[in-house]
């Protein structure tokens, strides 16, 4: 069965600190992972996917598929990095399956 | 304002009326999906339109559902005889060929009494 693991509900650092979202998947295929953000008061969005293997808002996510892991990267946390963020997997259909989300909150 | 959008923004409704939803996506984009999100979940999948073509259906999705994109362009998603269950945000994403970016609209809060 397809998921999405997001063990943290919650993330508290300070600002300035390196910060990571963990995201592990089951998928026993080849799968499209993806991070989706929402600000407060905004729509979800996509921050990145696998595939493009860039950086956005200075954040990276490397697909790990021995670990089953695709975990969100920062090196120094951002005021305005203060948001919700999903882990999403969409393996081989047209649908996708979100993780429950974390919470990520940057302190100043 | 060329984005996603979603009619009405909030509904609340007594259990075991019907709702409809409606969903108007980017004008170019032919994918559309809905999903339900509840307190401290994710999105959930429900459907998927590739244009006027209903592609895939969550197993999850009792039979009270149905969604419909009659000319590929906008959708609607109808819940009959709705429960204190089905309380939850709906959201609706399109999204154009290729990349598979999906372009989130601002969701429909439904409440049931």
């Known amino acids: 069965a397809q998921r999405v693991t997001q063990p943290e509900k919650l993330l508290s650092v300070f600002k300035g600190a390196p910060v990571e979202l963990k995201c592990n998947y089951s998928?026993?295929?080849?799968?499209?992972l993806f991070w989706y953000v929402q600000y407060s008061r905004q729509r979800l969005q996509l921050l990145l996917r696998?595939?493009s293997r860039e950086s956005i808002k200075g954040f990276t996510a490397d697909l790990n598929k021995g670990e089953t892991s695709f975990h969100l990267k920062k090196p120094f946390a951002q005021e305005e990095d203060s948001a919700m963020y999903y882990c999403?997997?969409?393996?081989?259909?047209?649908?996708?399956?979100f993780g429950t989300g974390t919470r990520l909150k940057v302190l100043a | 304002d060329t984005g996603v959008s979603q009619d009405p923004r909030h509904k609340i409704t007594k259990r075991g009326q019907n709702v409809t939803f409606r969903c108007d996506p980017i004008?170019?984009?032919?994918?559309l999906y809905w999903y339900r999100q509840t307190l401290g979940q994710g999105p959930e999948f429900l459907t998927y339109?590739?244009?006027?073509?209903?592609?895939?259906k969550s197993r999850l999705l009792s039979d009270r559902f149905s969604a419909e994109r009659p000319k590929g362009s906008f959708s609607t998603l109808e819940i009959q005889r709705t429960e204190q269950g089905d309380s939850a945000m709906y959201l609706c994403?399109?999204?154009?060929?290729?990349?598979?970016?999906?372009?989130f609209g601002p969701g429909t809060r439904l409440t049931v009494l």
């Open positions: 998928y026993s295929g080849s799968p499209e």
């Open positions: 004008s170019e984009h032919n994918r």
């Open positions: 994403a399109s999204s154009s060929k290729g990349p598979n970016e999906q372009f």
């Open positions: 999403a997997l969409r393996g081989g259909t047209y649908k996708y399956i």
């Open positions: 696998h595939i």
């Open positions: 339109f590739q244009n006027e073509a209903q592609l895939e």
